[in-house]
Nanobody, 119 residues
Framework: QVQLVESGGGLVQAGGSLRLSCAASKSIFSINVMGWYRQAPGKQRELVASITSGGSTNYADSVKGRFTISRDNSKNTVYLQMNSLKPEDTAVYYC?????????????WGQGTLVTVSS
């Protein structure tokens, strides 16, 4: 089983930047989709961004132009660069591995990292 560990969350002022990292316990090159989700208090978990094994990316409309997802297969790590942060970006951010892989079908979540954006 692949395990995911997020890091990089913290407190930042509006307009600031953070970079989240998701380190996998095994190689991620074959994992179909790696993604970042977030869940704010009282709200459902939502997709923030995803990236396929081929490098195709997808973003929520609310973060387009501000967030960038990338994956470094050599380091088994997925990143989320977050710029121009807004208070409404405050949430727990979760890393997700999903789909086909050399390990079989996966649906794995990390433990989450808290991002707090102050106004």
């Amino acid at each position: 089983q692949v395990q995911l560990v997020e890091s990089g969350g913290g407190l930042v002022q509006a307009g600031g930047s953070l970079r989240l990292s998701c380190a996998a316990s095994k190689s991620i090159f074959s994992i179909n989709v790696m993604g970042w989700y977030r869940q704010a208090p009282g709200k459902q978990r939502e997709l923030v961004a995803s990236i396929t094994s081929g490098g195709s990316t997808n973003y929520a409309d609310s973060v387009k132009g501000r967030f960038t997802i990338s994956r470094d297969n050599s380091k088994n790590t997925v990143y989320l660069q977050m710029n121009s942060l807004k208070p409404e970006d405050t949430a727990v951010y979760y890393c997700n591995a999903r789909g086909s892989s050399i390990y079989g079908y996966l649906e794995v979540w990390g433990q989450g990292t808290l991002v707090t954006v102050s106004s």
